[in-house]
C-alpha cells in the first residue's frame, strides 16, 4: 500500500468538511450526472467552488476577476459524449486515441480561455493563457482522467525521478509506466480508500494525491 496516500486520505476522515473533500463533491457531480446534463450552471457552481477551495482563485489569476458563469462553455465541452471515455480513466487502458483525446480536451479548454478573457474588469485585455495547473486541476475535478500538474504533484514527480513532469501526451506514457510498475501496491490503496469513502476514487486520484503528497512533505517535513 502507499503509505503517503493512506496517511493523507486517513487525516480527511477526521473532518467530513476538510477543504479536500471539495474534489469530491465536484466530481461525484459531473460523474453522477454526466448523462442528465439541462442546465450547466450548476455543473459551472461546483466546478467553481472546486477550484477557489484548491487554490486557483488567489492573487493575480484571471478566475479572481470571474463569476461562475464564466465556466459554462467548458462546462459544456467536459460534458460531451465523446469524452465519457475518459472518466474515471484506468491507466490500463490508455492508447494514442485516449491520449489524443485527452490532448484534445486540454486544448479545447485552454482555447475557450484564451476567447473568453479578452475582457478583464470591464476593460479589453489580452487573452490570457490558463496554465497546465489549472486545466489539469479541471479535469480531475471533472472527470478524474489526469492528475492536478501542480506545484507539489510536480515536486513529487521529480522526487521519484520521473523525467517528463510538464503535462501532455509523453507525460501521460509515463503515469501509464509508473501504474504499470506498480499496480498492486496503486490497486490496494485505491481499495482501501473505496472502502472507507462514500465515492469511488479513481486510480489517476490515487497517482494524484501520492505525488503530491510526497512533494508537499518535501516543502514541509514533519
Known amino acids: 500500500m502507499l503509505k503517503e496516500v493512506k496517511d493523507f486520505y486517513d487525516k480527511l ?27 450547466p450552471s450548476l455543473y459551472s457552481l461546483h466546478l467553481f467552488a472546486y477550484l477557489a477551495s484548491w487554490g486557483m482563485l488567489r ?3 484571471f478566475l479572481l476577476q470571474k463569476d461562475y458563469l464564466f465556466h459554462n462553455e467548458i462546462v459544456m465541452e ?24 485527452v490532448d484534445e480536451l486540454s486544448s479545447r479548454i ?11 474588469n470591464g476593460k479589453l485585455d489580452d487573452p490570457k493563457e490558463a496554465s497546465g495547473t489549472l486545466v489539469t486541476k479541471i479535469m480531475m475535478g471533472t472527470l478524474g482522467c489526469v492528475p492536478a500538474y501542480d506545484r507539489y504533484f510536480i515536486g513529487g514527480l521529480k522526487y521519484k525521478n520521473i523525467p517528463n513532469r510538464t503535462f501532455g501526451p509523453i507525460a501521460m506514457t509515463e ?24 465515492i469511488k476514487y ?11 503528497q510526497i512533494g508537499f512533505l518535501q516543502d514541509n517535513p514533519q
Not at 479536500?20 to 439541462?38: A, D, G, I, L
Not at 479513481?202 to 503530491?212: C, G
Open 202 to 212: 479513481p486510480i489517476m486520484k490515487i497517482i494524484d494525491m501520492y505525488f503530491w
Open 13 to 39: 476522515l477526521n473532518d467530513p468538511h476538510d477543504r479536500y473533500r471539495s474534489w469530491e463533491h465536484c466530481y461525484r457531480f459531473f460523474t453522477e450526472n454526466r448523462k442528465s446534463v439541462q442546465d
Open 78 to 101: 467536459i460534458l460531451k459524449p465523446k469524452y465519457d471515455t475518459l472518466v474515471s480513466l484506468n491507466p490500463e487502458d490508455m492508447n494514442s486515441n485516449i491520449i489524443s483525446l
Open 110 to 120: 485552454t482555447k475557450i480561455y484564451r476567447k473568453n478573457t479578452a475582457i478583464l
Open 175 to 198: 503515469l501509464f509506466l509508473f501504474y504499470r510498475n506498480h499496480k498492486a501496491e496503486i490497486d490496494e490503496t485505491m481499495e482501501y480508500v473505496n472502502s472507507k469513502s462514500s
Open 59 to 61: 492573487g493575480s489569476s
